[in-house]
């Protein structure tokens, strides 16, 4: 009975400190941050789970969560780092159209567009405290501050933790429809697909020349300004 | 349960292609592979009565005359590749070891998007979407060339990107659907059945969402940036079938859940979204294509106009238009991937572009007499001129949006007298460089196999645009009517 009162505090919380990562997503400057928040975004997700077994008692969500702990916590940040040791990149300090200050701002308006759009919209059907309400805004909103990660990014290994980023936005949003644990899971399945695919075009110049893969590096904007491996 | 043929196919293809070593051995799996497909697509069209209530597969004309689409060019793409990819590992421009690659990809590319077209359930469509963009990606990198690599992650961050948003519009939709009945459901046939009573700011939401995804995959503005690089550095086999093939599974997507909202009370406003976006990406393409000055790049931007026209005919949503955007998105298919072929050859005889971005084509007619008349075909095609299909579609469609505002016809006309002078301002002065005597290069001589499928598309472009082949009219109507958009036409 306990666990029932608290379970809805909890995922409130966890789904509030999600949106706090993405913005940290959007402002860090060094790629093992990046990695590390993105790492513990998806630990809430695991939160946001458990909590939801226990408000609705789908024991289907333990799977979900498992799966996430397996992809998400250890398997794709493990990966990512394998990838900034081979290339030896540390920071990402370029930015594409808007610098993390203003990317920031525009986040905040992007949260408050969502709310108001979907409180109108979604007002007959819930009310405006009810997790499904909570879990579309707050998911959707992670999922367009990924995409203003993609964009304003330039180093490619940073877009990448933009998309999963916004890959867990859905996964965040599709928590509360409980009847699609199956769904959930096939996309990490593609998720991890395409890792492994941009992995694999994102270290092709390994076997080349040193100059091929400089090139190559720079290509992918991995170089730094001065021209050397960041 | 014939259609359980596809996936079996697809399987021991796959199979065979990883235990087989030789080129010629992986290249024949290549061509066999479709056209099975075609084979089994082409019965399924003469056997209505085999269609059964499968809860694996999708068969009605709708999905039908989509798989007939890919199928087809999926072939002409096998055979062409035979000469083409053995071309590009003799002049080392593929390495040796990529064949397995290539030959894998374009197998597994053709049996994802013969499930995404089959399947019942609007989730395995999104993934089986999704595999498709993962697998074009491949083929768009096989040549692992600087430019190759950087087209195919622009395409896979705008696609996946985008496919994010329409993941978030089936979680909508399943919800509405849940809403209404207490059950949610993911399957097509059941959604159509429910829409009516779904709520329609809900299903509104469901739309907008799932058409972002699907009209980046699809190529329209302003999701289609990946487009005119991606379909230009790709090998041209593979940029026929993105052109012919996968850019139909985004409009395949976009037409299913049209039919849904029109039964929902929001069609009048997913109309006006539908044929907003449609003008400016005709516009955007057609104005873009004036600039353009490599051919691959103007037929990519041929595609994405062509793309729009057939979200204008979905837009205005009446049988007529639907039933001539089924016909515009066949043709277009055959016109197109034969041009990209036809592309491919000017490509092997004169290899790079000049540093200033431009094709350094001369003497055309004495090197490529081939290639020079079935481009100039093509464009002819393109531009709409009558004897080939896309003429009928266009005046159908225009004809059709004439009886929502004249403007539409009006300022769509004036678009694709744009495209007509692009394409033209193009070859024309092409056809007229002559390279200094002895500076030209060698002849290149194209195979058979490279020349074959062209000729093909390319009578097959003709039959269609001056005949009605018998069923084929009952047929699209059909397909119309399986989207929720009546018979009468």
């Known amino acids: ?230 | 349960m014939i259609a359980v043929l596809y996936p079996v196919v697809a399987m021991v293809i796959l199979l065979l292609q990883l235990l087989l070593r030789t080129h010629r051995s992986l290249s024949l799996l290549g061509v066999i592979h479709p056209v099975i497909s075609l084979i089994i697509t082409l019965y399924f069209i003469v056997s209505p009565g085999i269609w059964d209530d499968s809860p694996f597969f999708l068969i009605d004309h709708m999905s039908l005359f989509v798989m007939l689409t890919t199928s087809i060019i999926f072939a002409a793409a096998a055979l062409y590749a035979v000469g083409y990819i053995d071309g590009l590992v003799r002049s080392g421009d593929l390495e040796k070891r990529s064949l397995r690659i290539f030959y894998f990809g374009f197998s597994f590319l053709l049996a994802a998007t013969t499930m995404a077209i089959f399947t019942p359930n609007i989730a395995l469509f999104w993934i089986c979407a999704e595999l498709t963009t993962v697998l074009s990606a491949v083929l768009i990198a096989i040549l692992a060339l600087r430019a190759t690599i950087d087209a195919s992650l622009k395409y896979i961050f705008i696609c996946s990107t985008s496919m994010l948003f329409s993941f978030i519009g089936i979680i909508f939709l399943f919800e509405a659907v849940r809403n209404k009945t207490g059950v949610g459901s993911l399957l097509w046939t059941e959604i159509v059945d429910e829409a009516a009573g779904l709520d329609s700011g809900m299903v509104f939401i469901a739309f907008v969402f799932f058409f972002i995804g699907f009209a980046a995959k699809s190529g329209i503005v302003p999701f289609h940036t990946w487009l005119p690089l991606a379909h230009a550095k790709a090998p041209s086999a593979v940029s026929a079938v993105l052109s012919g093939a996968i850019l139909n599974i985004g409009m395949y997507g976009i037409l299913r859940m049209t039919g849904i909202m029109k039964e929902t009370g929001v069609f009048g406003q997913v109309s006006v979204l539908l044929i907003v976006f449609a003008m400016i990406t005709i516009s955007v393409a057609c104005l873009s294509m004036l600039r353009q000055k490599k051919l691959k790049t103007l037929i990519a931007f041929s595609s994405i106009e062509n793309m729009g026209f057939i979200l204008l005919g979905i837009g205005i949503g009446s049988p007529v238009a639907l039933f001539w955007a089924l016909f515009h998105m066949l043709s277009h298919s055959c016109i197109k991937a034969g041009l990209f072929f036809s592309a491919g050859i000017l490509h092997r005889q004169y290899k790079v572009p000049t540093r200033t971005g431009e094709d350094e084509i001369g003497d055309l007619l004495l090197l490529q007499p081939f290639a020079a008349v079935t481009v100039m075909a093509g464009c002819a095609a393109l531009i709409g001129m009558p004897l080939f299909p896309l003429f009928l579609s266009k005046v159908g469609i225009l004809l059709a949006a004439a009886a929502i505002s004249v403007w539409i016809p009006a300022i769509v006309l004036l678009l694709f007298a744009c495209a007509g002078v692009a394409l033209l301002r193009f070859y024309l002065p092409v056809m007229a460089v002559r390279f200094p005597a002895g500076e030209g290069p060698v002849p290149y001589t194209a195979p058979l196999s490279m020349k074959v499928p062209i000729v093909l598309l390319l009578l097959l472009s003709i039959m269609i645009g001056t005949v009605m082949i018998p069923g084929e009219e009952a047929f699209l109507a059909a397909a119309v009517a399986d989207l929720g958009f009546g018979v009468q036409l």
Request: hydrophobic share 55%.
């Open chain 1, 1 to 230: 009975m306990i666990l029932n009162d608290v379970a809805p505090v909890w995922i409130r919380i966890c789904l509030i400190l999600v949106l706090v990562s993405g913005g940290f997503l959007l402002s860090s400057r060094s790629l093992k941050n990046l990695v590390r928040t993105y790492q513990f975004q998806s630990f809430l997700l695991v939160l946001i789970a458990l909590g939801l077994v226990v408000l609705e008692e789908h024991t289907i969500l333990l799977l979900v969560a498992a799966l996430t702990v397996v992809s998400k916590v250890w398997g794709i940040p493990a990966c990512i780092r394998l990838i900034q040791e081979r290339i030896h990149i540390q920071q990402d300090l370029k930015f594409s159209y808007l610098r993390p200050p203003g990317a920031l701002m525009l986040s905040i308006l992007i949260i408050l567009l969502v709310y108001i759009t979907f409180a109108q919209i979604l007002e007959k059907l819930y009310a405006a405290s009810s997790l499904f309400f909570l879990g579309s805004v707050i998911g959707v909103s992670l999922v367009l501050m990924g995409l203003l990660a993609v964009c304003i990014r330039r180093m490619a290994i940073s877009k990448v933790i933009g998309y999963l980023s916004m890959e867990n936005g859905v996964l965040a949003f599709g928590l509360f429809v409980t009847e699609l644990p199956f769904f959930i899971e096939f996309v990490i399945v593609i998720d991890l697909i395409i890792l492994v695919l941009l992995t694999s075009i994102m270290t092709v110049g390994i076997d080349s020349s040193i100059e091929e893969y400089k090139s190559r590096l720079e290509e992918f904007h991995l170089l730094s300004e001065e021209g050397g491996i960041a």
